[in-house]
Structures are given as C-alpha cells and as structure tokens.
C-alpha cells in the first residue's frame, strides 16, 4: 500500500490544485482507523457526520425502506476516494443514508464538519475542489437514475459490472441484487443466462 498521505494528496489533485501546506494540514486533522466489515461510517439516523478517505476496502450507502423494513443498497465507494452521508452531513440532519463496510477498510477519518469548513473558507482551488466531486456525483446519481427509468436490469448489471471493474467480484451477490433493484434469485437467473 502507498503513503496515505499521498493517496489523499492525489486525490485532490484529480480536482484541484490547493496548496500542498493546506491538503497537509487537512490531512494531520484525520485520523487513521479500520473500518471492520459490516462497521457502520455512518449509522441511520446518527447526527455525528463522518467523512472517511477509503485506503483500501469498499464501502456502500444504503437505506431501510419505512413499509417493508428492506436494506436497500444506493451506491458503493471504492478506494481511493471519499465517502460520507453527504445531504445529511451538510444539512445537519440525521443521517438518511447509512454507510456501512462491505469488507475490512483502511481509512482516514475525520468530522464531515472539517471539510465543510475548509470548503467555506479555504479559497477558490478548495472551492474548486468541493465543486467538481459534487459534479462528479451528480453526473452519476444522474446516470444511476436514467438506468431504472430507461434500462432493463440486465443492462444495469452489464454497467455496474463496467463500471465497478475490476472490484464487482468481491461485492456479495445479495447487495449487488439490492443495487440493481432485483431480488438475488433475479441476479442468479441473469447470471446463468449470460453464462457468468
């Protein structure tokens, strides 16, 4: 595994260009932990807000549906990147959207708090920043979307399978199933139909 300091570093980079004393500093205000598979970032309902960067491991965000108490997966996050009940987190609210280890995670982690401040105040290239990972997740909720009102689930399945390459394999068949909006016996079916 590289430096983690180096991983966040270049993470920002990808976005924006703020000044290395300032990513450092940021990155000196997280802490390093594991996240044990099935450990909760974030809990439903939870008010503390927590912004881990994935070293390693995936994580998934995902809700409990009020009428039939379903565990319905939203999104996953790989490493390297960041991941965090976003609406919650910057509305102050309860957390709507849990984020839960699908397998053992080497993070960083640090109030959600600290990088909303440092996207109030930290000058434009943080502004930059924040704006283009927003950019970058809506363009995929969007593309997420489009897919259930206008694909059927195997060619969701052929996309997440493209898009998640190459770590779909070690995503558990129930929680794909969930992503996809079909029941695992579906997924299974699909499987052996396109011969995988």
Partial sequence: MSDPADEIRAFVRRFASP???EID???ARGRRALLAKGEALTELGSTTHRLAFLHAGIVRYHVIVPDSGEDVTKD???APSFAVSFGSAVR????RVAVTAVEDCAVTV????ALIQLLDTGG???QRFGRRVA???YVRKEDRELAFLTDDANARYEAMLTQFAPVAARIPQHLVASYLGITPESLSRLKRRRGS
Wanted: glycine share 0%.
């Fill in 25 to 27: 500093d940021f990155i």
């Fill in 92 to 95: 102050q609210q309860p957390a």
């Fill in 135 to 137: 950019e970058e997740l």
């Fill in 110 to 113: 640090w109030s959600a708090d």
């Fill in 124 to 126: 434009a290239e943080w």
């Fill in 19 to 21: 000044p290395r004393d």
């Fill in 76 to 78: 996953f996050s790989f």
